[in-house]
């Protein structure tokens, strides 16, 4: 089987989720990727569009099909720098999660699009998937917060979840540079891509947050408006069989005043967040291991704690932690 080397950044020179930026790459755990589809890069030359707008990050994704559906195997971890410039942090940091084989990321292939009631999203789990395969989820978390306007996402619209899991929660515009211009920059649990919104050319949007295009096609729009990707699923989405993500460790509280000054590291000597809560700074370092995760805790108050966890075989349930997102913890003396 062919082994894929994810992916993690180092680093480097950051900007703003909508704007260009230069980084370095480092090399993250590779996994296996298993390619359940019965088409791969290998065997066919003949490749749909969806499968085309995935090529640029071919070398970081398993990528396979059939006649109905693409398949995205991963780690669920970018090539970008992660987590600088959060100011609501809730204590979690980004983990590599085995996204492979059955808990692959499925995409249909044949679309439709629905006259009817539209499609519900949901709050937990992804309602779409960008191309360089992290996940993207609701405008508002298990709290019922808007991520983006409670400063709980990085400069690359992303955060980090109850299971260490990365994720955006806008439309990753910062992809487009390496996608090039007027490319989807993400697709749907439906199948629908999701374009960058271009106010020179977009019609209207409905009440899905996207429009049907010249060709017949329905398209989301991604902007900087609520709910910023999309309200509804335009078409049919297969929401059990997303793949679930499994914790090492319980879920943690915001850090009350807390905000994320940096973060780097690679696979062989580990990684690590930097943070500052009212002028005093703080710091996690962890290690990727085979079942989970070793981390040392730097307080601001100078207490350090070591921890060692092992993945959970069981997703976290439906509504945990959503108590205690509305009592942040406040920092030691």
């Known amino acids: 089987m062919k082994q894929i080397a994810w992916l ?25 990727a298993k390619f359940p589809g019965k088409y791969t890069l290998e065997n066919t030359t003949e490749r749909p569009d969806a499968v085309k707008a995935f090529l640029p990050f071919a070398k970081t994704l398993g990528i396979s099909w059939d006649d109905d559906f693409l398949y995205i195997e991963g780690n669920g971890l970018p090539d970008h720098p992660m987590m600088k410039g959060i100011k609501a942090w809730q204590q979690q940091v980004p983990l590599a999660h085995d996204f492979t084989g059955t808990q692959r990321f499925k995409i249909p292939l044949k679309p439709v699009i629905t006259t009817g009631k539209p499609q519900e999203l949901t709050i937990m789990g992804p309602i779409a998937l960008a191309v360089n395969g992290v ?13 983006y306007a409670a400063g709980e996402l990085d400069q690359w619209g992303g955060h980090c979840g109850r299971a260490d899991d990365y994720h955006y929660h806008i439309a990753p515009a910062h992809l487009e540079k390496s996608v090039g211009k007027g490319n989807p920059v993400a697709f749907g649990m439906d199948g629908h891509p999701v374009y960058l919104a271009n106010p020179a050319t977009d019609k209207p949007l409905d009440l899905c947050h996207g429009y049907i295009d010249d060709q017949g096609k329905y398209r989301y729009i991604g902007n ?37 000054t940096g973060f780097s590291g690679d696979v062989e000597k580990g990684f690590s967040l930097q943070y500052d809560v009212r002028g005093k700074t703080g710091q996690v370092d962890y290690q990727i291991t085979e079942k989970g995760a070793d981390f040392v805790f ?16 069981k997703p976290p349930k439906p509504g945990d932690g959503e108590e205690r997102l509305a009592a942040p913890e406040k920092p030691k003396p």
Not at 135 to 147: K, V, Y
Not at 298 to 313: D, I, L, W
Request: proline letters at 11%; one cysteine or more.
């Open 8 to 32: 993690l950044l180092a680093c480097a020179q950051v900007s703003t989720a909508h704007e260009s930026h230069q980084h370095a790459k480092v090399d993250v755990k590779p996994y296996e």
């Open 135 to 147: 996940p993207i989820f609701h405008a508002l978390t298990q709290s019922g917060r808007d991520a």
């Open 224 to 260: 900087l408006k609520p709910p910023y990707v999309m309200a509804y699923f335009r078409g049919k989405a297969d929401l059990a069989d997303r793949p679930p993500t499994h914790p090492v460790r319980p879920f943690l509280r915001p850090l009350d005043g807390a905000t994320i």
């Open 298 to 313: 730097k307080k601001p108050n100078g207490e350090v704690e070591k921890a060692s966890y092992q993945r959970s075989t």
